[in-house]
């Protein structure tokens, strides 16, 4: 069980939350996985990062740059690596992933429309752990706008802060899967830890006194490729440009989520 479910009504005070059922179906799920004893203390650590984190922001707010992303064609497949970093502690920005109460980030207008919507979340297989996630992603064609659905299968390792996912129906779409990897960044190590070179975060917590904070770095590789007609021109680079921008636009909207976590009270 994590912390970050807690402070979504702060987050999202003006939007409409889930169905109570499936955020706690999602918690329960997680809390079965964890000893109580180490639950609390993941929360406690958690808590005195995000504190960190939070005055540190009053005086020298954090910058997150870009995502920097590459693109490359092989055999009619699209692959976009991608690396961005986050400015909340790493299972902070697995929670922001992952988003297992399908709290609502991407607003983009006054009608709360949403870039990609949840809609469903299911677990399939308790070890490991499998769900399938249903969601929709919003387009606009000149006059005309709707929202085109995704069925996706997620792989998720909380341990080790990383994901795999491939879709299951995605309409366009041939090819759509890729993965995720979350590390942490010491990023107080020069200022507070001197010529040490922090390897783990005991490590990092004993050379900085406890006051180091710990930021989030995203290693993603994606996939995809259209179905025919859809994979020829004019038709693969329009769809090719607007799915490597929708994706780009999802990044940074996360970022901004990062940027509200960071200014919360915690104490």
Aim: glycine share 4%.
């Amino acid at each position: 069980m994590s912390i970050y479910p807690r402070f979504g009504g702060l987050i999202n005070q003006n939007i409409e939350q889930p169905p109570k059922g499936e955020s706690e179906r999602s918690e329960n799920v997680e809390s079965n996985s964890e000893s109580e004893m180490d639950t609390n203390s993941t929360e406690d650590e958690e808590i005195k990062q995000l504190n960190l984190w939070s005055n540190a922001e009053k005086k020298h707010p954090w910058y997150d740059p870009p995502p920097k992303v590459k693109v490359t064609m092989k055999r009619g497949i699209c692959h976009m690596n991608i690396e961005l970093t986050l400015g909340v502690p790493p299972d902070g920005a697995y929670e922001l992933f992952i988003n297992p109460t399908n709290i609502p980030f991407f607003v983009i207008d006054k009608f709360r429309r949403q870039l990609l919507e949840n809609k469903s979340r299911k677990v399939l297989k308790k070890d490991g752990q499998i769900v399938k996630v249903e969601k929709a992603v919003a387009w606009d064609f000149f006059w005309w706008s709707g929202a085109l659905p995704i069925s996706l299968i997620v792989d998720e390792n909380k341990k080790d802060r990383k994901a795999k996912y491939k879709k299951q129906k995605m309409m366009f779409m041939k090819v759509f899967e890729g993965s995720w990897k979350i590390e942490p960044l010491y990023v107080d190590a020069a200022r507070l830890c001197k010529q040490m070179k922090p390897k783990n975060q005991e490590e990092y917590k004993k050379c900085s006194g406890g006051q180091g904070k710990i930021a989030s770095k995203v290693t993603m590789d994606q996939y995809f490729q259209p179905y025919f007609p859809f994979n020829i021109p004019p038709l693969s680079s329009y769809i090719r440009e607007i799915t490597i921008k929708t994706t780009k636009t999802l990044l940074k909207m996360l970022q901004e989520r990062a940027t509200i976590l960071r200014e919360m009270p915690y104490s």
